[in-house]
């Protein structure tokens, strides 16, 4: 084209594309719902747009704010278009190419190392998934603030871009066109693309549909001869039709003969028509729905449910319906992020209309792991962002999801802890090694532990059912995971404190000398091996009424002992002759141990002092 402008795609998406292009990957049928996922986004922007400023829908077809597919099987042409918010020239140049995002290498390096291409949609950069089955590709597009402009592109490096003097005007929007590799011929057939829309692009909130070929009953005159060659006649009527038949005959004195031939037409075919999930009742909705919807939302289409759920609709001053999901699995830089960034993984919607997805007040960092929606009737509509961040009910609201967030965790505790399945030792740490063989909270507290500790830090609210969903091992627990109140059940007589000590890993803390009087006494010990932990524990200073005592510092009390006294006094001058000669830099004090069993003496740190574990966190922290 004489006015097309030339660009390079940036290096990243060059190579991203070249990866695409010579895929083998088998499940090509993703760029569907990439595609229907931008055309929503973009749709969501206008009418978000539309909230403040009614003018900018325009009018007739503008307003429609649909998803509309068209095939042109001759040509081999799939057509994808949106009236939604569209793309200026900038903004086809930018997104479509020469802006790479911070996705598109780490989608690349994925790859490389065989990641699943499935997931191309999380890393942002879905639209480029076209080359799974086009060889080119055009994008049309018009904006408001600008005219129609076209972006072209084979693959081979670069794209074009021109302004649209050839093409009708497609009103507001984007109209993706898809020139169809040979191989990909099965996207254009009908049957396919229903089956697509229907598997992956359910949850859209907005009509979705098809150019699609209707058979409908066209009446004809009947001509004399047409008996003969009449295929639509079965050979034997029913007794119905007979009877039909002989009314039919009453009628031919006034009305000409007609008969009924079956033509093909196209018209527009909605391809989805479900209520969006949160609006329905959850006694309505089944679980496979849960997951499917899950999966749309967390833009992975893989075969692993969520571990958990809850769906709750809130009454009251503040009114909205939220979804909370817990994830199969927590992304690898969930902890990397966690004091520089909150993005929230929840969509906010207000009546129905999405607002963001970046929407950082309405759950805590440390709920970050969730993944969800909530949609208000109580927020207002028509105002600014800013306005709406300021907004009283955000604080009920924030409340009330952390409440349901903590329930829900604590419905998958009680509904499947970590019953390891298998009793002797070998069958235990066999289970160990295999998730599949644990409860689910095992698993969730393999992948979101350090989440309810760091809310057990930050959210002294929450402090106490934060604490009720902690999970440990001990020195008794034989590789289970035990919670706190499992450890106040199994406390012996007389014994006041709960017992924890620090360490960097469970083999090193086992054969600690602290450990040996209280083994003796059967007096469970905690585990704590997380760095984490001993931040934890600094919050974290009694559960029930019951103290926690680290047995590596001063001052442990096992419980009265009556020799206690006497022992003190027969060594008192051996406690002062050490004193003194490790000299009072070094030392402290010098004190006769209850603690000890085989192990002649132990340093010990002192009550308000770092634990030594403390002290190698912070030494690797300055290093
Ligand atoms: P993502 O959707 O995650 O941002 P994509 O690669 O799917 O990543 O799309 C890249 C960008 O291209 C989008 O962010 C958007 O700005 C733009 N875009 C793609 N499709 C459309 C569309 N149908 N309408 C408007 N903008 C679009
Ligand atoms: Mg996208």
Redesign the pocket.
Known sequence: RSNAEKFEFQAEVSRLMDILINSLYSNKDIFLR?LI??AS?ALDKIRFLSLTDKDVLGEGDDTKLEIQIKLDKENKILSIRDRGVGMTKEDLIKNLGTIAKSGTSAFVEKMQTGGDLNLI?QF?V??YSVYLVADYVEVISKHNDDKQYVWESKADGAFAISEDTYNEPIGRGTEIRLHLREEAGEYLEESKLKELVKKYSEFINFPIYLWATKEVDVEVPAEEDDSSDDEEKPAESTEEEKEDEEADKDEDEEKPKTKTIKETTQEWERLNDVKAIWLRSPKEVTEEEYTKFYHSLAKDFGDEKPMAWSHFNAEGDVEFKAVLFVPPKAPADLYESYYNSNKSNLKLYVRRVFISDEFDELLPKYLMFLLGLVDSDTLPLNVSREMLQQHNSLKTIKKKLIRKALDMIRKLAEEDPDEIHGQDKKEVEESKENDEKRGQYAKFWNEFGKSVKLGIIEDAANRNRLAKLLRFETTTSEGKLTSLDQYISRMKSGQKDIFYITGSSKEQLEKSPFLERLKKKNLEVIFFTDPVDEYLMQYLMDYEDKKFQNVSKEGLKLGKDSKDKEVKESFKELTKWWKETLATENVDDVKISNRLADTPCVVVTSKYGWSANMERIMQSQTL
């Open positions: 990439e996922s931008n986004d949609g942002g879905g639209f």
